[in-house]
T-cell receptor
Framework: DSGVTQTPKHLITATGQRVTLRCSPRSGDLSVYWYQQSLDQGLQFLIQYYNGEERAKGNILERFSAQQFPDLHSELNLSSLELGDSALYFC?????????????FGEGSRLTVL | GEDVEQSLFLSVREGDSSVINCTYTDSSSTYLYWYKQEPGAGLQLLTYIFSNMDMKQDQRLTVLLNKKDKHLSLRIADTQTGDSAIYFCAESIGDYKLSFGAGTTVTVRA
């Protein structure tokens, strides 16, 4: 158990819908990272937050947004969903604001878009 | 560029050594990592190497870094069935980002 909690574990929805994925980082960790894992794209970095502020952005689509709340949990919002958004979405956390140490990953939220 | 490349599959007999190879592109990467993903689980850090090192050994794991060729390898000695998993190579891109390879699925056969 990494200490990172992600909900829901599984989600099935239809194209055009909107979903919210939630992540609670390890106790004491201030950074939260979101990654998308799909069969054809591998593990893609989406976005990072540190103590409520956006720190780095990766290949995140404009239809996607994220935020980190004062209690440090984070939410990833995916809207106007397309079939290609079906993937495993991982949240990871770390103590530091820099990704030069160990990242602790949650078990992921599997999104299926039908 | 931010491409990390690794072979997709490796099959190894139990008790043999496994070698997983990876190439990366960012010569300024400070750290290089190996993560392991078991079925139904998130990624877990196995080991990492600082860019000024050539080799790091940690029990059954040996990491070799060839900075000139931007080549990283992970050797697992005496491979066990519990080592069956997906292994990801990752490089640090600047201070805030890790770029992962596609993962190598290691299958250990009896």
């Amino acid at each position: 158990d990494s200490g990172v909690t992600q909900t829901p574990k599984h989600l099935i929805t239809a194209t055009g819908q909107r979903v919210t994925l939630r992540c609670s980082p390890r106790s004491g960790d201030l950074s939260v990272y979101w990654y998308q894992q799909s069969l054809d794209q591998g593990l893609q970095f989406l976005i990072q937050y540190y103590n409520g502020e956006e720190r780095a952005k990766g290949n995140i689509l404009e239809r996607f947004s994220a935020q980190q709340f004062p209690d440090l949990h984070s939410e990833l919002n995916l809207s106007s969903l397309e079939l290609g958004d079906s993937a495993l979405y991982f949240c990871a956390s770390s103590v530091a604001d820099r990704a030069t140490g160990e990242l602790f990953f949650g078990e992921g939220s599997r999104l299926t878009v039908l | 560029g931010e491409d990390v490349e690794q072979s997709l599959f490796l099959s190894v007999r139990e008790g043999d050594s496994s070698v997983i190879n990876c190439t990366y592109t960012d010569s300024s990467s400070t750290y290089l990592y190996w993560y392991k993903q078991e079925p139904g689980a998130g990624l877990q850090l196995l080991t990492y190497i600082f860019s000024n090192m050539d080799m790091k050994q940690d029990q059954r794991l040996t990491v070799l870094l060839n900075k000139k060729d931007k080549h990283l390898s992970l050797r697992i000695a005496d491979t066990q069935t519990g080592d069956s998993a997906i292994y990801f190579c990752a490089e640090s891109i600047g201070d805030y980002k890790l770029s992962f390879g596609a993962g190598t699925t290691v299958t250990v056969r009896a």
